[in-house]
């Protein structure tokens, strides 16, 4: 019987640090993730694992990531080690140009909170009028149901102008130009 040929590789850790990227976990990056949600996953990746993902997930050479190893070591913040992994595994798969845009996209939202104009709420009602929290949410984020938009309203995470609201029954006359933001990613300008 002939000799057989064993290849081990380790494992790629999934985004939350602990167990193996896995669909199944809801910890992986998926290849046809949007490149602004590919970058996105990338950025909260715990910081001990950015140099394992540079040397598993990219084509960077082993000199250069021991280059950002040093770097890290002697003081670089770990955010901008994760820029630079987020803008190469972007463009690997999307092209520069994905990767770039991705990159201004997360430093506008995430960084600056900043929504895009293109984030913009056309609401059905009377300005003159005021309209519960709960409404405005729905109105807002029409593939939630109430029970959903209630439990995020009563998390804290819905904010009004930065200002955190968490009584789905308040209610208020939203001016144009408001900033409503609904959990982590959902930003909305009211016009």
């Known amino acids: 019987m002939p000799g057989q040929a064993v290849i081990t590789l380790p494992l790629l850790p999934g985004l939350d640090g602990r167990d193996k990227m896995s669909k199944s976990k809801n910890n992986y990056i998926a290849l046809m993730d949007s490149p602004e949600k590919m970058f996105g996953k990338i950025m909260p990746l715990p910081d ?7 040397r598993f997930a990219t084509n960077i050479p082993e000199e250069v990531v021991n280059n950002y190893l040093a770097k890290l070591n002697s003081g670089l913040h770990p955010m901008e080690l994760k820029k630079i992994l987020a ?4 463009k690997d798969y999307h092209g520069e140009n994905a990767a770039d845009s991705a990159k201004s996209h997360f430093q506008r939202v995430f960084q600056e909170h900043r929504p895009a104009e293109e984030d913009h709420v056309s609401l059905k009602f009377d300005y003159s009028k005021n309209i519960s929290l709960i409404d405005l949410c729905s109105e807002a984020i029409q593939h939630l149901s109430r029970s959903q938009l209630r439990r995020l309203i009563r998390s804290g995470a819905v904010k009004i ?8 029954r308040k209610e208020f006359a939203p001016e144009k130009g408001s900033l409503l933001w609904i959990g982590k990613r959902h930003r909305f300008i009211i016009r």
């Not at 001990?48 to 540079?54: A, E, H, R, S, T």
């Not at 102008?161 to 789905?168: A, I, S, V």
């Open 48 to 54: 001990d694992l950015v140099i394992q993902y540079f």
């Open 87 to 90: 803008h190469t595994i972007v």
């Open 161 to 168: 102008n930065g200002e955190k609201e968490t009584d789905e």
